[in-house]
């Protein structure tokens, strides 16, 4: 066989290789350490490794690229993403994943891995409780990585937000920072009293979700909705890709929240930014 089209076959697997990250530093009962993540190669996913089993202890986990934030996740926000998809739990271990195991193609499934270039600086940053009382304990970094890649076009965020609804019935969240750029993967809407939710772009209804058919729809494509939230998951039928929802509108990309009470709906969001244009094929 060609040794270029063996290494073209090769690197086009999905292969990826657990390594360990380096020790922890800082870590301790109120304080915020980090561990820094290896760069130059493509994350597929982070672990924290510990055994510290109570996830609300872990008052926030970060991730910046480049001193730039680009994961803001809690313990229980991480908990609830994996129990969401289904994911085997462990107590005490907790995974952020960047390529997604739901999704049924290789495309779909590295959609959203994290390519970092050699220059690069990766940090995670764990900060935990004030726990005055709280025992000593271990902890680790693990990550799943593919090999490296020359360029890096998209860049994933998981971040959090808090949309205040002024009143019962239908409230309208008004997308912030929207564009042909970004695209997103899913949203959790921490909620129990959300009925429906409809989603306008200019003047097109795009999804009209009542709450027992969302549930319905989530539970028949194999994920697990999560007491208290609604969650709007585009790309639930599998394919990554392909469901990735646009921000972008002319004039406006509009949420109608119809809930039975007011109050603030805090929202965690899943989203894929391409950051640089894609390749053109040559004819």
Not at 174 to 182: E, F, H, L, P, V
């Amino acid at each position: 066989m060609n040794s270029a089209l063996l290494y073209a076959q090769l690197m086009n697997r999905y292969a990826p290789l657990s390594r360990d990250t380096l020790s922890p530093v800082g870590m301790g009962w109120g304080q915020k350490g980090h561990l820094q993540i290896q760069a130059g190669m493509t994350i597929q996913s982070i672990e924290l490794i510990t055994d510290i089993t109570d996830a609300s202890k872990v008052k926030r986990v970060s991730l910046e690229l480049n001193g730039e934030e680009i994961v803001a996740l809690t313990g229980a926000e991480i908990v609830m993403i994996q129990a969401f998809k289904k994911t085997f739990a462990e107590a005490g271990r907790y995974i952020i994943d960047f390529a997604d195991k739901k999704y049924r193609t290789k495309n779909g499934i590295r959609s959203g891995e994290l390519v970092t270039l050699p220059t690069d600086e990766v940090n995670l940053f764990v900060e935990l409780v004030d726990d005055v009382d709280g025992p000593s304990f271990s902890i680790r970094g693990r990550t799943w990585v593919t090999p490296a890649q020359p360029q890096r076009y998209f860049v994933p965020r998981i971040y959090g937000s808090t949309y205040d609804a002024a009143m019962s019935g239908d409230n309208d969240l008004i997308w912030k920072n929207g564009n042909m750029n970004r695209f997103i993967r899913r949203v959790h809407f921490k909620a129990a009293d959300i009925n429906r939710v409809q989603i306008w772009r200019d003047d097109t209804k795009r999804h009209d979700l009542r709450a027992v058919d969302n549930n319905y729809d989530l539970k028949a494509n194999d994920l697990a909705p999560q007491a208290g939230y609604f969650h709007f998951d585009p790309t639930q039928l599998g394919l990554g890709l392909d469901g990735l929802f646009p921000t972008f509108a002319n004039t406006q990309l509009k949420f109608v929240l119809t809930k039975a009470a007011s109050g603030a709906v805090p929202m965690l969001v899943e989203m894929l930014e391409q950051v640089r244009p894609l390749p053109v094929r040559q004819a």
